[in-house]
């Protein structure tokens, strides 16, 4: 009989894919979403798939118990970072609260290794390239809930022997990411202000510098990452190498849309001006030897996609905590939201 593994979040972007390799592998996936803000149609057909809430503990029980999992592989969360100041106790909840149920659940019913997606937002302005070695500081509620699962997975490790993979990804692009949040994915954003005839839109004057990371890069890993004995409760940065600056990104993107657009400079946000990252230890402990794919090459392909799925409609998120400081261009969509 096939091992049995859980993925949560497995409607969104990152999820997804990681799903559509570990059914690759023979494994029986279960795969649970919400659906707050991904697609059930972006979940491979072979995958049993199960709409709950990753933190609703009565329920994430009745399934640990049903399908005794070998392994758990949890990404459910709500990514926006910089919105993450703003929805800050809505951050918590879901972000680390859901995260501290399903490891409770894990020791309880023996899982034998929890594979978490944290964050490069942990490392918050701290020297680049940023190393796995650097003591994170992280700058907004986000990463700072990121961190606290992190620690609290190294801990469970101590106590109870559950073993684990941490990985921090790096804004990652690609097919199935959802063009429609305002708040997160940039690259998405762009590709669906081209396809309504929007301007583009960037908070600053755009200097500011990211490693954009194809999902090509970054899911099968993680699904790989409970057959590789040396990612035993280690930490990975994993993504793309070359930081590019976001008016570059802007400049690529219209490149994969075939259609150039203006550019709309907001007021900048607080925000860290340079993050990238090294991934010589993901290599080496995943015998990784091809260089990752260059936005000229990821591009197309999440544009191919995009057209043809055309503007989607996610559920936005309207609940603001602390409207103090919220960008202008965000105040406009709540405002446009009340009328």
Request: charged residues 20%; glycine residues 8%; aromatic residues 10%.
């Amino acid at each position: 009989m096939s091992e049995t593994v859980l993925v949560t979040g497995a409607a969104g972007f990152i999820g997804s894919h990681v799903v559509d390799s570990l059914v690759g592998t023979g494994r029986t996936v279960v795969a649970v979403d919400d659906l707050s803000g991904g697609f059930r149609d972006n979940v491979p057909s072979k995958a049993v798939f199960i709409e709950a809430d990753a933190g609703d503990s009565a329920r994430m029980e009745e399934l640990f118990r049903a399908y005794r999992f070998r392994h758990v592989f949890h990404l459910a969360a709500y990514a926006a970072e910089g919105l993450s100041h703003f929805i800050r106790r809505f951050n918590y909840h879901n972000n680390l609260l859901t995260s501290v149920t399903l490891i409770n659940l894990a020791v309880r019913y023996k899982v034998a290794r929890f594979v978490f997606t944290s964050s490069i937002a942990v490392y918050g302005r701290n020297q680049v390239p940023m190393t796995e070695a650097l003591a994170p500081c992280p700058e907004d509620p986000y990463g700072i809930s990121k961190l606290a699962v992190e620690l609290d997975l190294e801990a469970a490790q101590r106590q109870f022997g559950l073993d684990y993979v941490i990985f921090r990804p790096h804004i990652v692009y690609g097919p199935h990411q959802n063009p429609r949040d305002p708040y997160r994915n940039v690259s998405g954003i762009f590709m669906n202000q081209i396809m309504a005839g929007l301007p583009l839109t960037i908070f600053g004057d755009g200097s500011q510098t990211r490693a954009f990371s194809s999902i090509e890069d970054v899911a099968p890993v993680i699904a790989r990452s409970v057959d590789v004995p040396a990612a035993t409760n280690q930490v990975f940065n994993i993504g793309a190498d070359q930081p590019v600056s976001v008016n570059d990104l802007a400049a690529a993107v219209m490149r994969a849309m075939g259609r150039e657009v203006p550019i709309n400079h907001l007021p900048a946000r607080n925000e860290v001006l340079h993050a990238f990252a090294s991934h010589d230890k993901v290599r080496r402990a995943f015998g990784l030897d091809r260089p990752p794919v260059p936005l000229a090459e990821g591009l197309p392909r999440m544009a191919d996609w995009a057209k043809r799925a055309g503007p989607r409609q996610g559920k936005p998120f309207w609940a603001i905590e602390v409207p103090d400081g919220l960008p202008p261009s965000w105040q406009a969509l709540l405002a446009g939201n009340k009328q």
